[in-house]
């Protein structure tokens, strides 16, 4: 039975949605993935999560979203007063950075 197209692919091949790469060091703009909502007012609290600054992590895998917008699945720790928390999540590519492990 022949393939049928799915909805705007016009039957054409279709490249792989998901890139495995290792294990390789990156930077992680928090700031950047975090925004301030729009007329944020908020007050210092130096107990509270670390997140308006950049972190190193480990990029392991790239993935397409169905729209061809490319994401990086990335571990990091995030710092809050006492132990870190190691976080696994996927990111979109323009908040990360290669780095130099």
């Known amino acids: ?3 049928q197209s799915i909805g705007g692919d016009n039957g054409q091949p279709q490249r792989p949605a998901f ?3 290792g294990h390789k ?3 992680i703009d928090l700031a950047a993935l975090y ?3 729009p007329h944020f007012e908020g007050t210092y609290c130096p107990d ?3 997140i308006r600054s950049v972190h ?8 397409r979203s169905e729209w061809g917008d490319f994401f990086g699945k990335v571990t990091y720790k995030i710092t809050a007063k006492g132990p870190e928390d190691e ?3 996927w990111v979109p590519a323009w908040v990360l950075k290669p780095s130099v492990p």
């Open 48 to 50: 509270g999560l670390q």
């Open 35 to 37: 925004p301030n909502a």
């Open 56 to 63: 190193r992590g480990v990029l392991t895998e790239w993935a």
């Open 25 to 27: 060091p990156v930077l």
């Open 87 to 89: 976080v696994t999540h």
């Open 1 to 3: 039975m022949p393939t």
């Open 19 to 21: 890139y495995r790469v």
